[in-house]
């Protein structure tokens, strides 16, 4: 499949989603969304494929919506397919926030606007030292259409959140990981070896153990507490009858790396 707005590499057992718009920052448009979520179904359908890394191409992670596409709408038309571009941008991130396999953000770069909140629906963010990271939305009258007001605050806390969100501010990728934003700040050129790292770790995990861990963490945030832990023992106990359950305490029992098969 060939693609313009992105570039998609299977790379060991990572699938790299690269945005690959850089004379504009990568901003988003309706066609790099599209392509976006065909390769989702990619990395998706491959069982090899055991992690998703999202990136971009040049001195930009992803600087948000592409205003230019927007503004050069007819303006008879604006309203409606100003609406549908946001629908389609919605359904992407809710997509890429419940993919099946974690998916990791490697920020090389600014990130605003709607790539903040792209980075928001990602499981785990590494980013480079010179990654600047913020909302932009206040900075032009705008209000989030892909999450982040909502995702934000539950990421970071409504104190930090509403000051990323009311000043516009750009951050150093740095200032963000005692928050939580940010898991690791990788040295400059270093970035991609970082990533490729951790999916190497994930590569000997169970993709089925992974998939359900994932959705566990997902689902009991937003249960009460007693709530999420009887679906945790409902989970586990299913988990019980899988073969990468028995195959991991049989490896651990002889000794041996295990063999899993995602189910």
């Known amino acids: 499949m060939r693609f313009e707005d992105i570039a998609y590499e299977e790379r060991g057992r990572g699938a790299w989603i690269r945005l690959n718009r850089p004379d504009a920052l990568n901003t988003i448009n309706p066609g790099l969304a599209r392509e976006f979520d065909e390769a989702l179904t990619l990395a998706e359908g491959n069982p090899d494929i055991i992690a998703v890394v999202v990136t971009g191409t040049g001195r930009a992670f992803c600087a ?3 205003l230019k596409f927007l503004g050069d709408l007819p303006e008879e038309h604006r309203e409606r397919e100003t609406a549908n571009f946001l629908n389609q941008v919605m359904e992407l991130m809710l997509r890429l926030e419940k993919f099946p396999k974690p998916v990791i953000c490697a920020v090389n770069g600014l990130s605003t606007g709607g790539g903040t909140e792209l980075l928001l629906c990602c499981d785990l963010v590494v980013a480079s030292a010179k990654a600047q990271i913020g909302d ?3 900075n032009f009258g705008l209000l989030p259409g892909g999450g982040a007001s909502v995702r934000l605050p539950r990421k970071i806390g409504p104190t930090r959140a509403k000051y ?3 000043t516009g501010e ?3 990728a740095a200032d963000l990981m005692a928050c939580g934003l940010v898991n690791e700040v990788s040295q400059d050129g270093a970035l991609e070896t970082t990533v490729d790292r951790i999916v190497d770790k994930l590569s000997s995990k169970s993709p089925l153990a992974l998939k359900q ?3 566990l963490v997902d689902d ?4 009460p507490l007693d709530t999420a832990l009887r679906l945790e ?3 586990s106990a299913l988990h019980n009858h ?9 490896a651990f029992n002889e000794k041996r790396k295990p063999s899993f098969k995602g189910c």
């Open 64 to 66: 948000g919506a592409d």
């Open 136 to 138: 932009g939305h206040a």
């Open 164 to 166: 990323l969100l009311f």
């Open 170 to 172: 750009l951050r150093p």
């Open 213 to 215: 861990v994932k959705m």
């Open 220 to 223: 009991g945030l937003e249960q």
């Open 233 to 235: 023992l409902l989970a």
């Open 242 to 250: 899988s073969h990468d359950m028995r195959e991991g305490i049989a």
